[in-house]
Nanobody
Framework: QVQLVESGGGLVQAGGSLRLSCAAS????????MGWFRQAPGKEREFVAR????????YYADSVKGRFTISRDNAKNTVYLQMNSLKPEDTAVYYC?????????????????WGQGTQVTVSS
């Protein structure tokens, strides 16, 4: 079992920045792929970014490409999402996810473990 705990959410003005963290514990060798998703009110959960733990390869949704950066700290078993140039449409609950195998999935079903989420609100 893997436990994921997100932190770093909050309220920020448009154009500002936030950094989200996702700390993994438990069977952390089962976190080959780490991802960030988000869910806005009334909308489905959507893919934001993912990183392959071993090689560090990353992939982003078009909506955040060039503004968000996903990274990891192996020693701390932590994944980060640096969010810059935030827009009101980035407002959502952000979820960390993990999968035991390397995956290119951008679907919710492609990830086995999930955190509880952290709220990000961007005011205009």
């Amino acid at each position: 079992q893997v436990q994921l705990v997100e932190s770093g959410g909050g309220l920020v003005q448009a154009g500002g920045s936030l950094r989200l963290s996702c700390a993994a514990s438990g069977r952390t060798f089962s976190t080959s792929t780490m991802g960030w998703f988000r869910q806005a009110p009334g909308k489905e959960r959507e893919f934001v970014a993912r990183i392959i733990w071993s090689g560090g390869w990353t992939y982003y949704a078009d909506s955040v490409k060039g503004r968000f950066t996903i990274s990891r700290d192996n020693a701390k078993n932590t994944v980060y999402l640096q969010m810059n140039s935030l827009k009101p449409e980035d407002t959502a609950v952000y979820y960390c996810a993990a999968n035991p195998t390397i995956t290119s999935s951008t679907m919710v079903a492609g990830y086995r473990y999930w955190g509880q989420g952290t709220q990000v609100t961007v005011s205009s």
